[in-house]
């Protein structure tokens, strides 16, 4: 009985803890809708107003920022579902298949940039002179994506999600458009408007890089990929110290979501009962979920027995090493 309310106590921490991970993830992807909305907003008017393609480009990427969030929020929601028939694991993937969207769509805006950046090449002449009122509103977003960024990246940090770290680095791609968007304006407001075109090449490579490593990252957590070594070390190091196991081998781990799912076999002494070995099995569980990312332990009990002892003594009758009873 005391058992199972030490496990009912422990699952009961383990949900509060998921659920303030949560809220924190709903309250930070809910500040970036805000802000992206304001923003996409302004630059496209400001944009249009004041002929700034650039700036109006950088407009529509905000936009694409609110379809990322979108996204995150809904994924969120999904993964918090519990295990069903269709889904006995849950449904914590949904956040890699949302990491892997979010690196598509920042691999494409990446092309975008570059496509653009080619195309301005072709017509240098044909960019027209801005007003400097887009300056304005292209230092403004790049002020505040960056600190949107920081913000979104310190709480991706703290509740350990990629697909919240993978949101911040799109928030990061576009205060890079917004960096873009403002070397062009100053060169075309100082007569240089081919700056413009070179730094969106540059800015373009590195956000199409960023969504490259996203979504080759998610494809590889949905394909059932380990965790990582310092994670699997830092599992060694808890199996090899707990009590009641002779020994542990063939231990696999698979990404599921953020957390971690664990199949390991359990070498138990061959005298124990079997609940002696069930409890042995329930604690080493436990104790790999409070300590670790592990959302569930697949365990296998091998019962092995320990060797006897062979007693070892000298001959009177011969020289050299002989059994005697």
Same mark, same amino acid.
Request: hydrophobic content about 50%; aromatic content about 6%.
């Given at each position: 009985?005391?058992?199972?309310?030490?496990?009912?106590?422990?699952?009961?921490?383990?949900?509060?803890?998921?659920?303030?991970?949560?809220?924190?993830?709903?309250?930070?992807?809910?500040?970036?809708?805000?802000?992206?909305?304001?923003?996409?907003?302004?630059?496209?008017?400001?944009?249009?107003?004041?002929?700034?393609?650039?700036?109006?480009?950088?407009?529509?990427?905000?936009?694409?920022?609110?379809?990322?969030?979108?996204?995150?929020?809904?994924?969120?929601?999904?993964?918090?579902?519990?295990? %069903?028939? &269709?889904?006995?694991?849950?449904? +914590?993937?949904?956040?890699? =298949? #949302?990491?892997?969207?979010? /690196?598509?769509?920042? *691999?494409?805006?990446?092309?975008?940039?570059?496509?653009?950046?080619?195309?301005?090449?072709?017509?240098?002449?044909?960019?027209?002179?801005?007003?400097?009122?887009?300056?304005?509103?292209?230092?403004?977003?790049?002020?505040?994506?960056?600190?949107?960024?920081?913000?979104?990246?310190?709480?991706?940090?703290?509740?350990?999600?990629?697909?919240?770290?993978?949101?911040?680095?799109?928030?990061?791609?576009?205060?890079?458009?917004?960096?873009?968007?403002?070397?062009?304006?100053?060169?075309?407001?100082?007569?240089?408007?081919?700056?413009?075109?070179?730094?969106?090449?540059?800015?373009?490579?590195?956000?199409?890089?960023?969504?490259?490593?996203?979504?080759?990252?998610?494809?590889?957590?949905?394909?059932?990929?380990?965790? %990582?070594? &310092?994670?699997?070390?830092?599992? +060694?190091?808890?199996?090899? =110290? #707990?009590?009641?196991?002779? /020994?542990?081998?063939? *231990?696999?781990?698979?990404?599921?979501?953020?957390?971690?799912?664990?199949?390991?076999?359990?070498?138990?002494?061959?005298?124990?009962?079997?609940?002696?070995?069930?409890?042995?099995?329930?604690?080493?569980?436990?104790?790999?979920?409070?300590?670790?990312?592990?959302?569930?332990?697949?365990?296998?009990?091998?019962?092995?027995?320990?060797?006897?002892?062979?007693?070892?003594?000298?001959?009177?009758?011969?020289?050299?090493?002989?059994?005697?009873?």
């Amino acid at each position: 009985m005391q058992s199972g309310t030490c496990g009912a106590r422990f699952m009961s921490i383990k949900d509060s803890i998921e659920t303030d991970h949560h809220a924190a993830a709903q309250r930070s992807t809910m500040v970036s809708v805000c802000v992206n909305l304001l923003l996409s907003v302004a630059q496209i008017i400001i944009g249009v107003t004041a002929k700034s393609q650039a700036l109006l480009s950088d407009g529509v990427h905000s936009l694409s920022d609110l379809i990322a969030d979108f996204v995150v929020l809904f994924a969120g929601e999904q993964s918090r579902k519990g295990p %069903d028939e &269709d889904h006995p694991y849950g449904h +914590r993937r949904f956040e890699n =298949a #949302a990491s892997f969207f979010l /690196g598509l769509l920042l *691999l494409a805006v990446g092309m975008g940039m570059l496509w653009t950046a080619v195309v301005k090449f072709r017509n240098p002449d044909a960019i027209p002179r801005v007003h400097v009122t887009a300056l304005w509103v292209a230092s403004v977003a790049l002020v505040a994506k960056e600190l949107l960024f920081r913000y979104m990246l310190a709480v991706a940090r703290r509740v350990r999600s990629s697909m919240l770290a993978a949101n911040a680095w799109h928030a990061r791609s576009d205060a890079a458009s917004s960096l873009v968007a403002a070397v062009g304006i100053v060169g075309s407001l100082l007569g240089y408007p081919i700056l413009d075109p070179v730094a969106a090449l540059i800015v373009g490579v590195m956000v199409a890089r960023m969504g490259w490593q996203f979504a080759w990252a998610a494809l590889n957590d949905l394909m059932d990929r380990a965790a %990582d070594n &310092d994670e699997v070390a830092a599992i +060694r190091e808890t199996l090899a =110290a #707990a009590p009641g196991i002779v /020994g542990f081998h063939d *231990l696999r781990t698979r990404k599921m979501g953020d957390m971690i799912v664990v199949d390991v076999h359990l070498e138990v002494n061959a005298g124990l009962s079997l609940v002696e070995a069930h409890d042995i099995s329930a604690a080493v569980q436990r104790v790999l979920v409070e300590k670790h990312p592990v959302l569930t332990v697949m365990t296998r009990l091998d019962p092995v027995r320990e060797p006897t002892p062979v007693k070892i003594n000298v001959n009177r009758h011969e020289p050299g090493l002989h059994l005697s009873s």
